[in-house]
């Protein structure tokens, strides 16, 4: 059984993870034209960690990269655990993600708005699997 299982309704709660403040409020932008709403943000793994302990959003748009050169992955993992589905968005990373997120759609930098809604298309079409 995939972490996708969880049944999502429209208008979506979106977690953003990004710590490029430009990048996050163009995510914003899109989400919102897109009919979601963003719960909310974080800057750091730490600052991830805590939201998603908090709860209240339907997925995560999720940098690969966030400040400081930290990895994603403690964040991916804890989404994983709650079965929270996530995008892995980078513009930089050259190495995939470790084997047990491999199957966790991928978001591109630079991307715009036909990506960002193909990306939450493809956690839809998981979910169905």
Not at 22 to 42: K, Q, T, Y
Not at 107 to 116: F, Q, R
């Amino acid at each position: 059984m995939s972490y996708y299982a969880r049944p999502m309704q429209l208008g979506r709660s979106v977690l953003i993870v990004e710590d490029e403040p430009l990048i996050a409020m163009m995510l914003e932008e899109f989400i919102d034209v897109l009919g979601h709403r963003v719960s909310g943000g974080a800057e750091t793994v730490a600052d991830a960690l805590a939201r998603i302990d908090e709860g209240g959003f339907d997925l995560v748009i999720l940098d690969v990269n966030l400040r400081d050169g930290a990895a994603c992955w403690p964040i991916a993992d804890a989404l994983a655990e709650r079965n929270v589905p996530f995008l892995l968005a980078s513009g930089g990373h050259l190495e995939p993600p470790p084997p047990r997120h491999d199957n966790a759609p991928k978001l591109a930098k630079p991307y715009g708005l036909s990506d960002v809604r193909a990306a939450i298309a493809s956690i839809e079409a998981m979910m169905q699997d």
